[in-house]
């Protein structure tokens, strides 16, 4: 396929001018912007690209972008799925088959995310992997979004990974356990058995006996408790409540961990909010 330069131009200008600071995390500082969203630095910065590599590309005059570049502009600007087929189209290349993986979020839940300065969240797809943390939500469970394979999600490490258990109350383990393998039977039931979460199901089968246990008694239709009982390794027990934002198209989540005002749980929450606990991991 031919490369559109003029029409990759005017969409890559026009998604730089639609896009704020605060939609990508970047500070609006105090001086008047001239200029209506980004500034090509900064769209270039996000990209991972030159300014001048960037800045060409915005002209109609740059090089052929590669498949991967394309992909680092299409997370840079927080595209959606059908906005990065599009400009794949424009760059001359094929999209590939649409999956029930997709690890890119949409714009608005990155935005929800990006304006909890005081509050652990994190964003996660239906098989439990972590694919966006804050800073509290890291201080509070650890950086879960460095995981590789099928170690990405809880599911796969509550089974084969003690430490992984170590975070959460162990009165709650139990049902932790009948929770991780109802929700696996159930996504993979959904996506069929040539999905990620039917081979999920196939390692876990393999490598532990609980898992083994749990998945022959056909149990479906559990849902996560709204109070949490997490172990800080510094904090100690917080028992805080899980309120859930779900994006329904990509089926992604968004998960933020509240305590009642003038609970022990609410000033221990402080504390890590305000950076007085770090995470050990």
Not at 7 to 15: K, P, S, T
Not at 122 to 151: C, D, F, K, V, W
Not at 211 to 232: A, C, M, Q, S, Y
Request: aromatic letters at 6%; a neutral charge.
């Amino acid at each position: 396929m031919a490369i559109d330069r003029i029409g990759l131009a005017d969409f890559l200008r026009r998604r730089r001018e639609f896009l704020q600071p605060e939609d990508v995390g970047l500070p609006r500082g105090i001086r008047r912007r001239r200029t209506s969203g980004l500034r090509r630095e900064e769209a270039a910065g996000l990209c991972h690209m030159s300014t001048d590599y960037y800045s060409r590309l915005e002209q109609g005059r740059g090089p052929h972008p590669s498949e991967q570049m394309i992909a680092s502009i299409a997370r840079g600007f927080h595209l959606v799925h059908d906005e990065c087929d599009h400009l794949l189209l424009l760059a001359g290349h094929h999209p590939a088959p649409r999956t029930d993986d997709s690890d890119q979020i949409s714009p608005g839940m990155l935005r929800v995310l990006s304006r909890l300065h005081d509050t652990p969240a994190e964003i996660t797809n239906e098989l439990g992997e972590t694919l966006r943390q804050n800073a509290p939500g890291i201080a509070l469970t650890g950086n879960t979004t460095h995981y590789t394979g099928p170690a990405r999600s809880i599911a796969y490490r509550w089974f084969t990974d003690p430490a992984t258990r170590q975070r959460y109350a162990a009165g709650d383990h139990d049902f932790l356990s009948r929770l991780f393998a109802s929700g696996t039977r159930e996504i993979a039931t959904l996506r069929g058995p040539d999905s990620r979460a039917a081979r999920l199901a196939e390692l876990l089968l393999a490598r532990s006996e609980e898992f083994r246990t749990l998945w022959h008694r056909h149990e479906v239709g559990l849902r996560p408790h709204d109070g949490k009982n997490f172990i800080h390794p510094e904090l100690g027990r917080l028992k805080l409540d899980c309120q859930i934002l779900l994006d329904p198209v990509q089926a992604h989540y968004l998960h933020a961990f509240t305590a009642p005002p003038d609970t022990e749980s609410y000033e221990k929450l402080r504390l890590l909010t305000v950076g007085g606990s770090q995470p050990t991991r």
